[in-house]
C-alpha cells in the first residue's frame, strides 16, 4: 500500500490516541500500531508512549509464578545499562567479555564437582546444546560400529520443561516419557528400563519439576542405568536440567548427589536467570570433560593469538548477561548465595506453612528444595470456586499466581505454584497472605458455584 493511500480510521484497534495534555508537535496526534509513521517524534515523545503502554503489564515483582530474575541491586542495572552493547559472539572484538565467560563456567564446573574443571567445556546457552550433544555423540558411536543413526530417542519425565519438548521437535528426535504418578510423581528409575534401546541418545533428570518443584533422584536414575549396562550393554548417560535445582543444591544441599560426582552425568545446565540470580537471557551448560562434547560440534575463533573454543546456536547475542553472572559470583561468593537462596528457602517455609495449615489447601511440596511450593484444592471443601477463581481474585490484587494442570499421569489434577525469588520479603509474603486470606473468605462465602474459571495450558515457566 502507497503512503497516500494509508489509512486514516481512528478506531481503537488502529491506533493509540495520546494523552490530550501532551501538546508538543506530534504529542496531540495518533501512532499507528501496525504501520510505522510516516515522521519522527521527539524521543521523549516516542519514549513516553512505549512506557504507558508497557505499564499495562503485570509487575513481575508481583509475579509469583515464575522462576526468572526480576530484581537485581542498583550497581548491577549500572553494568547492564553500561555494557548491553556487546556482541557475545564477537569474541575477537570483545575478548574480555569472552574470557569473563570461560571463568563463568569454570566456576560452575567447580561448584558442580567436575573430576577437573580445568578439562571441561562450557558455553552460556543451555538444553538445546546438552541434547545437541547427546544427539551427536550417540552418531558418533553407532557409525563407528557401522550401525544405522536415523532413529535417536531421549527418556522423559512428562513433567520435563517445554524447552526439551522444543529440542526433540527442532532435531528430529523422539521423545520418550516417562508417566508421572501419584506413587512416582517424578522420574525415579523406576519401570526406566522399559523406555531404553539402542537408539537412546540419554535421560534427562531433573533438579526441580517445574510442576511440583521437587528435584528427581539423580544418584537413583544413574544406578538403575548401571543396573541396565550390566545386563543389556547399553551405556547410556544423563543430562541433569538443573534449570533451578544447579544453583540451589550445592548452597542448601550439599550432601546430595545428583552432579559430576556420578561418573553417568555427562552433561549439567542451569539458567542464569532464575536462581543464578541475573535478569532474563542467560543459560548454561558444563560438560564433564571434552569427550562428553564432540569436537565436531565446535567452532575454533582466534582471538589476541589464541584459540577460543565456541558451541553456541544464537550468532549475536548480548554479552551483559554474562558480565551480570560475573558480577555476582565476585559479589556474592559462595557464602553470599547461601545466604540469599537459604532466606528465600525461610520465605517459602513461612508461607507453605501458613498455606498447609488453611483448610481449603493441600500442599504437594513445602519449599524445602527449591525455595518453591505447590499445592491444590483439597478435595471436597468446595463445589462454588476452582483455583482458576483463586487466581483470577489474586489477580486483581495485583498478584500473578496461575493455575494449571499437572502433566501426563496427574492431568485431572490442578496446582498453583508460587516461586520464592531474592526480592520476595517476608514483608511482602505477609501482605500477599492478608490479600490471600481475604480472598479465599470471599470465594467461601459464595452460595452458588462460580462460571466456569478460564482453564489454563500447563504452565511453563
Request: net charge negative; charged share 20%; proline share 7%.
Amino acid at each position: 500500500m502507497s503512503r497516500s493511500h494509508r489509512t486514516t480510521n481512528h478506531e481503537p484497534d488502529t491506533a493509540v490516541e495520546l494523552n490530550p495534555l501532551f501538546s508538543w508537535p506530534g504529542e496531540s496526534t495518533l501512532f499507528p500500531r501496525f504501520t510505522i509513521p510516516d515522521g519522527k517524534s521527539l524521543p521523549s515523545t516516542a519514549y513516553q508512549v512505549v512506557h504507558d503502554e508497557a505499564m499495562l503489564d503485570g509487575n513481575s515483582r508481583l509475579n509469583l509464578a515464575t522462576f526468572v530474575g526480576t530484581w537485581m541491586e542498583p550497581e548491577a542495572s549500572k553494568l547492564y545499562a553500561e555494557t548491553f552493547d556487546k556482541n557475545m559472539i564477537d569474541k575477537d572484538e570483545y575478548p574480555q567479555t569472552a574470557l569473563i565467560e570461560t571463568r563463568c563456567w569454570r566456576m560452575l564446573s567447580d561448584l558442580w564437582n567436575a573430576p577437573d574443571p580445568a578439562k571441561t567445556i562450557g558455553a552460556s546457552e543451555a538444553c538445546m546444546l546438552g541434547g545437541l550433544a547427546l544427539k551427536r555423540r550417540w552418531q558418533h558411536s553407532r557409525r563407528a560400529a557401522g550401525l544405522p543413526t536415523n532413529k535417536p530417542n531421549l527418556v522423559l519425565s512428562s513433567a520435563v520443561q517445554v524447552c526439551w519438548e522444543k529440542f526433540c521437535n527442532y532435531w528430529d528426535v523422539e521423545a520418550r516419557y516417562v508417566p508421572v504418578s501419584m506413587e512416582h510423581p517424578t522420574l525415579d528409575g523406576h519401570d526406566l528400563d522399559r523406555y531404553l534401546d539402542e537408539n537412546t541418545i540419554g535421560v534427562v533428570a531433573i533438579m526441580g519439576v517445574t510442576y511440583t518443584v521437587t528435584y528427581e533422584p539423580v544418584d537413583l536414575i544413574s544406578a538403575a542405568l548401571d543396573d541396565v549396562q550390566a545386563r543389556r550393554g547399553l551405556d547410556i548417560p544423563i543430562h541433569v536440567d538443573g534449570a533451578s535445582g544447579a544453583m540451589v543444591a550445592p548452597f542448601l544441599q550439599p550432601g546430595t548427589v545428583w552432579d559430576f560426582r556420578l561418573p553417568r552425568v555427562a552433561s549439567i545446565n542451569t539458567s542464569g536467570h532464575k536462581y543464578g540470580l541475573v535478569y532474563t537471557g542467560l543459560g548454561w551448560v558444563v560438560w564433564r570433560d571434552e569427550q562428553a562434547l564432540p569436537d565436531d560440534l565446535i567452532f575454533h575463533v582466534s582471538y589476541l593469538g589464541g584459540d577460543m573454543p565456541t558451541f553456541a546456536l544464537n550468532f549475536s547475542r548480548p554479552g551483559a548477561q554474562v558480565l551480570l553472572q560475573y558480577y555476582l559470583f565476585l559479589r556474592l561468593g559462595f557464602a553470599g548465595y547461601r545466604s540469599i537462596q537459604a532466606a528465600s528457602r525461610d520465605v517459602a517455609l513461612y508461607l507453605s506453612g501458613e498455606f498447609g495449615a488453611m483448610e481449603p489447601f493441600t500442599l504437594w511440596s513445602d519449599g524445602s528444595d527449591i525455595p518453591v511450593f505447590a499445592w491444590q484444592l483439597t478435595d471436597g471443601h468446595t463445589g462454588n470456586w476452582n483455583l482458576h477463581h483463586l487466581s483470577e481474585r489474586l489477580r486483581i490484587n495485583g498478584w500473578l499466581v496461575p493455575a494449571y494442570p499437572m502433566p501426563e499421569g496427574l492431568g485431572e489434577v490442578t496446582v498453583q505454584r508460587i516461586v520464592v525469588r531474592n526480592g520476595f520479603t517476608r514483608d511482602l509474603a505477609s501482605s500477599f497472605l492478608n490479600d490471600l486470606t481475604r480472598e479465599v473468605a470471599y470465594l467461601d462465602a459464595l452460595t452458588a458455584p462460580m462460571p466456569p474459571g478460564g482453564q489454563t495450558q500447563a504452565f511453563h515457566h
